[in-house]
């Protein structure tokens, strides 16, 4: 996620991508507080409920993570490449695990205090944060957990991403080592490379099989202990897609390959969307295996039309650097780590005094609010680190 390409890279599109889709990150963390289905669970929540949000929730949930692991795999050979194994271990711990460990540490407790708070209950404060620094250094009895129960389970919110990838790339680091020291990969560079279609074809099934296996056996729970989070059903597909990502460079696809009208994979994704979340409350029942199979081939299949398209469109239409797409894409990686607790705060505010009293006019607002808000204080991060580094090398 935190890889950067040269402007003058035709891979540039992925600057823009990741940018792209970490903004609609932060607006389907918006949304859900406006969504009919997340009173019970979400972080703060608005007494306005509009279906524009539920669509929003429901098709975002779809696509943006599995994008989001495909971006991080694509470029994850070409930097294990230019390190030694330990040397991109200790990349990936700078990049990801630390920023992990102080979000976890420094900006989550916060959201444990805004939770009490907008639900106008008493608490002091200092046992809320005891309370989640000991949560996070003791191991929970049962770390298969339902989250859609209440908002006071432990937490790691967004941040459960970085500290699964940092892991997906431990567990590539060990397949190369073990690939290399068995031998099992082929030397020679010319050799056949895999039918893409057929790549696709397998990713959407093993994906498909996968999430139908585990929602089969533990529905929509999450696996929590203090380092390690994620929502079961979703990890086999999330691995697929990372794997694609890799696959996806190696054999040069995103160079040598090109669509005519991307936009058509997008659009026929958009359309298909709220048929398949139409489907989706009928997940809440007793469905059969076979059921759950056909949902989840649905799903990913939506979800690789919209990947290729989103990525074919960005490639054809947004391959350049602009003084805008600079800023954001700069600053996407800061905006991911800080923006739930701006979003939090300001859903707070307008919850309380109800200024707009529109919740597409609230969503709207609080989106430019909070990504402006978000780069600001992570550039004046950057800017404070930078004379902070200038002056200890100056003495």
């Not at 106008?120 to 620094?133: A, H, M, R």
């Not at 609010?369 to 600001?376: H, R």
Request: proline share 3%; charged share 10%; net charge positive.
């Amino acid at each position: 996620m935190t890889a950067d390409i040269r402007k003058t890279d035709n891979l540039y599109f992925f600057n823009n991508a990741r940018s792209f889709i970490v903004i609609l990150v932060v607006m389907l963390h918006i949304a859900l507080a406006y969504s009919g289905f997340t009173k019970q669970w979400w972080i703060v929540v608005s007494d306005k409920s509009t279906i524009i949000a539920d669509i929003i929730c429901g098709a975002f949930d779809i696509f943006l993570m599995p994008i989001l692991f495909f971006i991080s795999g694509f470029f994850t050979s070409s930097s294990y490449d230019r390190e030694t194994p330990l040397g991109f271990i200790r990349k990936k711990l700078k990049a990801l695990y630390i920023p992990w460990f102080a979000g976890v540490i420094l900006l989550n407790p916060f959201l444990v205090i805004i939770i009490r708070i907008a639900r106008s209950e008493d608490s002091d404060w200092f046992s809320l944060i005891v309370s989640y620094c000991l949560k996070f250094i003791n191991l929970p009895l049962n770390p298969i957990q339902d989250r859609t129960l209440n908002p006071y389970f432990f937490s790691h919110y967004h941040l459960w991403y970085l500290s699964l990838l940092f892991y997906f790339f431990i567990g590539y680091t060990l397949f190369r080592i073990t690939s290399q020291y068995f031998r099992l990969t082929p030397c020679n560079s010319n050799r056949k490379k895999t039918n893409v279609f057929l790549h696709i074809i397998s990713v959407i099934t093993l994906s498909a099989i996968g999430y139908s296996v585990m929602y089969f056996i533990f529905k929509d729970s999450w696996f929590v202990v203090s380092i390690l989070q994620f929502q079961i059903s979703r990890i086999l597909p999330y691995m697929c897609f990372f794997i694609f990502g890799i696959s996806t460079y190696k054999n040069g696809w995103l160079t040598n390959l090109t669509f005519r009208f991307p936009e058509l994979l997008i659009a026929a994704g958009v359309f298909l969307t709220p048929v398949l979340l139409f489907f989706t409350g009928y997940m809440a029942g007793a469905l059969s295996f076979a059921g759950i199979f056909m949902y989840g081939l649905c799903r990913y299949t939506i979800c690789m039309l919209m990947l290729i398209g989103f990525l074919f469109t960005l490639k054809k239409y947004f391959n350049k650097v602009t003084s805008f797409n600079r800023i954001i894409n700069r600053s996407s990686f800061g905006l991911y780590i800080v923006h739930l607790n701006v979003v939090a705060f300001l859903l707070f505010l307008f919850s309380r005094h109800g200024w707009l009293n529109n919740p597409i006019g609230e969503m709207i607002i609080i989106m430019i609010l909070s990504t402006t808000i978000g780069i600001v204080l992570y550039s004046g991060y950057l800017k404070i680190k930078h004379l902070i580094i200038y002056y200890l090398l100056r003495r």
